[in-house]
């Protein structure tokens, strides 16, 4: 009796001690996850009495962050408020997102992080005895801002949007969308901006915007084909700008025919017959099975759009034929089209996109700085290879010439500058001059002009440089602009910026 | 300034909640040497008027407005605090202070949380602390005058069927069960007594050692009983009251397979009614996964954890928590309250205090050398702490969610009560059996002194002594003071 009495009193110890592990599971490690749920109303808090942490760029210039003004009507009697000032209004616009009108973008995502207030009984301590303020912790983010403002200035006034990640990281390089807005005035022009349905300049539309891939899409028909039957790579087909698939007449751009062509024609010229004739052979269960392992949630921290995708064994032909080129059903961001670009670039290996480098406390100390994390594996690294290789035609000879660019390097050489003339000798000493060697990057691209009901084409371009141990993939999106080639000058000028101003080994 | 001292004093109050458990665990270990144990004792109730202290402190600066209410209760616990200490020693003289040392400690993180979430609850709560320490109070008499408990168990059962039929016919339903009867001005829940007299009813029908055929009643009867629970929709009661029974039935019979069988019968009878019942259906898939839809189902758990987690192991400080955002967080979801605005730690440490109370009342039902007396005691204890784990464990998704009450941190009156009767009849049960130690040795065996040790206690029989002797004791003893 005594025994079961101590048995049973053993067991309810072990119950509470599990309880314990579960409150230190819990609030230690997946405290996380559970903090940053969109619904935990603890997170949207803002306080008056500290002061917000500050967003800075890559190269830690302050983005955005909150200063000190006078103000007498203060309802803490301090004399002074706080106010949140956006160092870079445009560019940075859909990144920081704005604190004026409730919270969106960065400001919302890691809110936080930005009202936390680390060593809170020092900081505390030294705001009474030196009035110094009580400050939130900052973050990092990946973005340079020189490349941020530089693409925003490529992109100019079409509406649009650019977006560049590392292929082998997933961080986000520069994230473009225009038309855009101030986030230092929101609250003040807030319902022209919210009514603006033409221009929507509140929409990120690099993560939020959806937009039929058109051409672009070939990059995962031709994976496809090329896991199913590598020999596809070799598939020898006559286009006469037009074809019927049963019933359903497919063009060529202006119905261009492009002759008796194998892969690597077709993919450099962009021809949507031979695309739409792989289709048909690969049948609907195979595309679909390839597209996915693309299509799936990219888990972006700031507000995104999924991609759609839907064809099954059940849809008919002319969905099928269509969703082989990037018509038909399928939508995509500008964001997924870079990520699937860096699959490429990174031997089949998407990985998750992230803006968050780190954080950093009132002390200086890093925390919560973001480990690369792989999203998933879209291809073989062979069949990567063999896409990258066409891909590199797009730009030797196709669609994408325009995207080919040379870098410069410094180089030095000695001179002597020792003269004899007229029996005389002057100088004789050495002295080192520069010259600049220009070098040519390869490049891998893709063009894409996507039909759409509401006007005119969309013009697409997705890349990656330097082809063969790639830094940076882009893709550019510009609304109406017509054929894909329109793009690309805009990917080639951020791809040969970044590579010569931003990128260090 | 306040916030410094808001923040200073999360640290402190943890101090003070370890604190406190070290002196008990040195307290429990150190019961023969008297110094000692009263040393621990008092640092123990020191810390837990410095807790107290604090806390009133903050609360004063937090709420400038209402200063003279905020210092009336925080006068008024701090007397009841010191005043509770002051009676349990002189009225319990040999019970276990560390269990009442416990229950005072909780009492008071019970009504702090409680001010910060709605101030006039506590001063409700307040009121049944007390009507709950005088009962506690008057109890020892009570039961000191009756005479043989363990005769009664017809009566018990009854009684608890009366109850709980009146219930099923009278009752009114109030936070989502149909388990509470209105008289006049009072509202209470009758299944908190049931369970009181149906631990009484085993432990006096159990206290013959019994078989399996005599297991038969008490068991078709705690069917019933359970089946009344479930029909009004009181699931953590049937839960709790069912784990009693099997541990009360475990302990009296020793027999493992008694206790496997029926933990799968009822497993069975769970899996039944979780199909059959879609309101269980939705607590099981909250509790598997509350994220999928936080907006609705999961909102509770959701919500709970958030409040857990968000603030980490050192809390938000008190009064900066956003603990109203948790559904019936004055009732069972106050230990996310806890956790909120004290962290993470301190509420390991009260998990810990409880656990504290559970063992020191698991001593009592050791120590207990009759059968009743020992039944009862870990019977008692046996609800309460399974009542803990019930709302613990759900609130910090470590089991399904089923609603009851926390003990002594939940507001609510009768639940509040009956805690103070259970552990009001463990300490007298407790203390009956301390004395028991130098009673004069009975019949041929001449070796009742120190139970607790092994070697002993293996050639004692369990029967030492009837319930009479230890009640004529008792009452010699307190007429001689």
Redesign the interface.
């Known amino acids: 009796?005594?025994?079961?009495?101590?048995?049973?009193?053993w067991i309810?110890?072990l119950?509470?001690f599990?309880?314990?592990a579960?409150?230190?599971k819990?609030?230690?490690f997946?405290?996380d996850k559970?903090?940053n749920?969109p619904?935990?109303?603890?997170?949207s808090?803002s306080s008056q009495?500290i002061m917000r942490g500050t967003i800075y760029d890559a190269k830690e210039r302050p983005i955005a962050e909150t200063v000190r003004y006078d103000n007498e009507n203060d309802p803490l009697g301090r004399g002074y408020s706080y106010w949140r000032k956006y160092n870079y209004p445009y560019s940075f616009a859909h990144i920081t997102g704005y604190t004026g009108k409730g919270k969106t973008g960065a400001e919302k995502e890691y809110n936080?992080i930005l009202e936390s207030v680390s060593n809170?009984?020092y900081q505390?301590?030294a705001s009474?005895i030196a009035k110094k303020d009580i400050k939130g912790n900052d973050i990092v983010l990946t973005i340079d801002a020189d490349l941020q403002h530089y693409t925003a200035e490529q992109l100019g006034e079409s509406k649009g949007a650019v977006v560049a990640l590392e292929p082998d990281t997933g961080k986000i390089l520069t994230m473009v969308s225009y038309p855009n807005y101030d986030p230092n005035t929101v609250a003040q022009n807030w319902s022209e901006l919210n009514t603006d349905t033409e221009n929507s300049p509140l929409l990120s539309r690099a993560a939020q915007g959806l937009y039929p891939p058109g051409s672009t899409f070939k990059i995962i028909t031709a994976a496809a084909a090329l896991e199913n039957d590598p020999n596809l790579l070799n598939y020898e087909y006559y286009c006469y700008g037009e074809e019927d698939f049963q019933g359903k007449t497919l063009h060529c751009y202006n119905s261009y025919s492009h002759g008796s062509e194998n892969m690597n024609n077709a993919f450099a010229q962009s021809c949507n017959t031979y695309f739409a004739q792989i289709g048909m052979m690969l049948g609907a269960d195979k595309l679909k099975a390839k597209a996915d392992q693309f299509f799936i949630d990219p888990d972006f921290p700031l507000e995104y759009s999924k991609p759609l995708f839907s064809l099954n064994s059940g849809s008919p032909v002319h969905e099928l034929v269509d969703t082989s080129i990037g018509q038909g059903k399928t939508l995509v961001s500008p964001l997924f089209m870079a990520m699937v670009t860096g699959a490429v670039a990174n031997g089949g290996t998407m990985m998750k996109p992230y803006l968050l480098d780190h954080s950093i406390s009132s002390f200086g100390l890093k925390s919560n700085v973001t480990i690369p994390e792989k999203l998933t594996q879209v291809m073989s690294a062979d069949d990567a290879a063999k896409v990258t290789s066409l891909m590199k035609q797009v730009v030797d000879y196709g669609t994408g010439e325009d995207a080919a660019f040379s870098l410069e390097s410094e180089q030095e050489y000695e001179v002597n500058d020792y003269v004899e003339s007229d029996g005389a000798i002057s100088g004789g000493g050495f002295y080192t001059e520069t010259y600049y060697e220009s070098y040519p990057v390869t490049v891998a691209g893709k063009t894409g002009t996507a039909e759409n009901s509401g006007g005119d084409d969309h013009a697409w371009f997705v890349a990656f440089a330097p082809a063969d141990d790639p830094h940076i993939a882009v893709a550019v999106l510009l609304e109406n602009a017509g054929k894909g080639s329109k793009a690309v000058p805009i990917a080639r000028n951020v791809m040969k910026y970044y590579l010569s101003e931003c990128y260090e080994e | 300034?306040a916030?410094?001292i808001i923040?200073?004093s999360k640290y402190l109050f943890i101090f003070y909640i370890l604190a406190f458990l070290w002196h008990g665990f040195i307290a429990a270990t150190n019961k023969n040497n008297a110094e000692k144990y009263e040393h621990s004792l008092s640092v123990q109730r020191i810390m837990m008027l410095l807790f107290h202290i604090n806390a009133s402190l903050i609360l004063v600066m937090a709420d400038p407005v209402d200063i003279t209410q905020i210092i009336k209760r925080s006068v008024g616990i701090f007397v009841f605090l010191c005043a509770s200490c002051f009676i349990t020693k002189k009225f319990y003289p040999n019970s276990s202070h560390i269990l009442w040392n416990g229950v005072f400690f909780l009492s008071d993180a019970g009504l702090v949380i409680l001010y910060t979430l709605n101030p006039d609850l506590e001063g409700k709560q307040l009121i049944w602390h007390i009507v709950g320490i005088i009962a506690a109070l008057l109890l020892p008499y009570i039961l000191d005058r009756l005479p043989r408990l363990d005769k009664f168990k017809t009566f018990y059962i009854v009684f608890a069927i009366i109850l709980l039929v009146s219930t099923l016919l009278f009752g009114n339903e109030e936070f989502g069960s149909k388990n509470w009867i209105t008289i006049g001005p009072l509202t209470f829940q009758p299944s908190e007594v049931v369970k009181l007299l149906f631990i009484a009813y085993l432990a006096s029908g159990l206290s013959q050692k019994p078989n399996l055929k005599q297991l038969l009643v008490p068991a078709v009867l705690c069917m019933i009983v359970m089946l009344c629970f479930v029909a009004q929709k009181d699931l953590g009661s049937a839960l709790i009251f069912f784990m009693s029974f099997m541990?009360v039935v475990?302990?009296?019979t020793?027999k493992i397979s008694y206790f496997l069988t029926g933990t799968l019968t009822a497993a069975a009878g769970a899996y039944i009614a979780y199909r059959i019942f879609p309101h269980i259906q939705v607590r099981v898939s909250a509790w598997l996964d509350p994220?999928s839809d936080?907006?609705n189902k999961g909102y509770q758990i959701?919500?709970s954890?958030?409040a857990?987690?968000?603030?980490?192991?050192t809390g938000a400080g008190l009064t900066r928590g956003?603990s109203t955002?948790i559904p019936v967080v004055d009732r069972d979801f106050i230990f996310s309250a806890v956790?909120e605005e004290f962290g993470?730690i301190f509420?390991?440490g009260i998990?810990?205090v409880?656990?504290m109370i559970?063992?020191e009342g698991?001593v009592g039902?050791?120590n207990a050398h009759n059968?009743f007396l020992?039944l009862f005691c870990?019977g008692l204890?046996?609800l309460l702490?399974?009542q803990s784990?019930v709302i613990?464990?759900g609130v910090?998704?470590?089991i399904p969610l089923t609603g009851v009450t926390l003990p002594f941190l939940s507001y609510g009156g009768t639940s509040l009560l009956m805690c103070y009767v259970l552990v009001a009849i463990i300490q007298w049960i407790y203390q009956s059996c301390v004395q028991y130690a130098d009673l004069p040795p009975k019949k041929e065996e001449p070796e009742p002194k120190k139970p607790l040790k092994p070697k002993r206690?293996k050639q004692a029989p369990?029967e030492d002594i009837t319930l009479d002797e230890v009640l004529q004791y008792n009452r010699k003893r307190r007429d001689g003071r």
């Open positions: 009796m005594k025994k079961s009495v101590k048995t049973v009193f309810y110890a119950l509470f599990l309880i314990i579960n409150l230190i819990i609030s230690v997946d405290r559970i903090v749920n619904y935990n109303p603890r997170i808090n009495t936080y809170e009984l505390s301590l009474v | 300034m916030q410094i923040i200073l541990v475990y302990i009296a020793s994220w936080v907006a959701a919500h954890l958030f857990i987690a968000t603030y980490g192991l956003y955002s956790c993470v509420g390991i998990v810990l409880f656990l559970f063992l698991a039902a050791l059968r020992c870990a204890t046996s702490a399974f784990f613990l464990g910090t998704k470590l206690r369990e």
